[in-house]
Structure formats: C-alpha cells, structure tokens
C-alpha cells in the first residue's frame, strides 16, 4: 500500500492521540466530580459498552476521514474473464447445406456473432476462416464488433483442410507463423511456449479434402497447452450440395472431429441446429484469472468511516433519545 500524501497519516495519528486523552481527562474528571458528591458511577460492563462505544464510533470515524486526505492506494488482483478464442470456421462448399438451417455456415456465423456479444471486453477473440488454404481474416482482439463485421462477411468457397485451419489458428495466436515439423527430421517440435489461456473453437462439417494432418496439426496445439474444441456442423445423414453444376453429397464426420478434440483434451461438440451451437458456446470454459490492477482506497476509507459515524449515531439516540 502507497499513499499520495502520507503526511496526512501523522495528522490522522495526533488527532487519534489528542481527542483519546481529552475523552479520558474528561472522564477521569467527571468521575472526581461525583465522587465529590458522594455518587457512585452506576453500572456494570454492560453500562461501560453503553457510555463509551458511540464516542469512540465518532473518534475513529473522525480518524479515518483524516486519513482519507493521505490518499490511501494499493495494488490488487482482481478476478477477471480472459484469454484468447479463435472461432476457425469452415468455409468450404459443402458449408452451404441446409441440413442446418438457413445453412452451415449461416448458423454458424449467427450463433458466433451472440457469442462475442456476450463476452467481455478483457477476451481477445480471432477469426480464422479455412477451406484448402486457411486464410485468417481477423487477428485476435477486444474490439468485438470488428470481430463480429469479420464474422458476417464469411462467404462459402473450395475444399476443406482441417490441419491448415488448426496451423493458421496457432499462429494467430503466436503471432508467427506455424508450419508441421518434417516428420523425417530429428529436430524437435517448435517450442511456443504455454498458452494455457487460449483456446481453438473449430466449426466444421469434418470433411476433410486435404493436408497437412489434422491429428498432427492438433499435436502441435497440444504441447502449447492450446485446447481445441470442435465443432460439428451438420447431420451425420447429410444433405446434397450443388458444386460447379454437379450434386455432390457431404454428411457430417464426427469420428475427425472428436479425434482433434481429444489430442488437445478438448471436447467435441454435436450441432445439428442453431440452438443447440448456442448451447456449445455458452459451455465454452473461458479461464478466471486475476490481474493486478492498481485502485485508490481513498473513497473505501470515506465510506467505512461515515458507515462508523452512522453506527454510532443510531446508538446514541437509541440508548439516549440523542446525538450529543
């Protein structure tokens, strides 16, 4: 704890130190005085608590006010919702289904933009959208509604590379890029370091058409601490798509998606209609951390020393019908 003006904490301590021998002389004197008289101070313990604590309510009180003027400050951990959430979604072509409703990725998008909605500004939330090439449209970032802007312009195209979309958002939130090790090589993986704090959210129908390896991609999300929980988008009976003048059908693989899902021991999510990507999003298990955050006391120490002033008020014209 520092304090702006702490000269004021010796004001506060000579005032504490004056008024608390005036009230004993004036005690101590009122005492003489019946004894003078032939009167005995009436009253046991109880009488004693009655006659003293309102004027030491007030001589505290007092105190604390003057201390107040010191500017009292302190650094704290606050408690606060955190951490970094790529939302990867799926654009390729056979996101156009509607064996969801109005379509795959409409749903998706929709339920993504009440998510970041609803999070807290200390959240920074990326979006990484991927067919073969795995583009990222947004870099992690508290600003939700540039977030939410990227989110709606997603439009579907091309095939799917679930391992590109998990490479692209590792390195989104490294800040670098993320490439597979040669699997020939002896070199040992990358090191990233521990991201605890971030999480993948990975919206897919789990159609796969091309590398490198989802399960190895994941891998390296792993050994970062980086959780990846997916998502299925999509019914496993499927729907026929349109592709350049040809019906192609797609249904939903859940056996890819559960299997990144447990390499990260992340979880794996079934979202057949709207509702239900809601519910996924409201089960997200966003990290509690605490921040240091530096917060004057000053307006602390006012409010407990009129809370003091005001105890003592109420019994004084409790136990006596007035203030003073």
């Known amino acids: 704890m520092s304090f702006e003006f702490p000269w004021m904490l010796a004001v506060a301590a000579l005032v504490l130190v004056g008024l608390g021998l005036a009230y004993r002389l004036m005690h101590l004197r009122r005492t003489q005085v019946l004894v003078a008289a032939g009167l005995a101070e009436s009253g046991g313990r109880r009488a004693r608590i009655r006659r003293h604590l309102p004027p030491m309510l007030f001589l505290v009180a007092l105190t604390l006010l003057l201390a107040a003027g010191s500017r009292p400050q302190a650094t704290i951990k606050v408690p606060r919702i955190s951490g970094t959430i790529i939302l990867a979604f799926d654009v390729s072509n056979s996101m156009t289904a509607t064996d969801v409703s109005p379509s795959r990725l409409a749903a998706a998008q929709a339920a993504a933009t009440r998510f970041v909605r609803a999070q807290p500004d200390t959240v920074d939330i990326g979006i990484v959208a991927f067919d073969q090439g795995a583009l990222t449209t947004h870099t992690p970032t508290t600003n939700h509604d540039q977030t939410i802007s990227a989110i709606k312009q997603l439009h579907a195209a091309g095939g ?69 929980d997916t998502v299925g988008v999509g019914t496993v009976a499927g729907a026929t798509i349109s592709v350049d003048g040809y019906q192609v059908a797609t249904a939903l693989n859940e056996d890819l998606l559960t299997q990144i899902a447990q390499t990260t021991a992340g979880s794996y999510h079934l979202a057949a209609d709207a509702q239900s990507l809601d519910s996924v999003y409201q089960s997200l298990d966003l990290r509690i951390t605490a921040k240091p955050q530096f917060v004057e006391l000053t307006g602390a120490t006012i409010g407990l020393a009129l809370l003091l002033l005001t105890i003592g008020g109420i019994l004084m014209i409790t136990w006596y019908g007035r203030v003073l």
Do not use: C, K, M, W
Request: proline fraction near 10%; glycine fraction near 14%; charge should be negative.
């Open 160 to 228: 799917t590379s679930l391992g590109q979309a998990i490479l692209a958002s590792l390195s989104a939130i490294v800040g670098h890029t993320v490439t597979l090790p040669d699997p020939n090589s002896s070199d040992p993986p990358p090191n990233f370091g521990y991201l605890g704090s971030a999480t993948i959210v990975l919206l897919s129908d789990g159609e796969n058409t091309g590398g490198p390896d989802p399960v190895s991609a994941a891998g390296l999300a792993a050994n970062a601490g980086v959780r990846i």
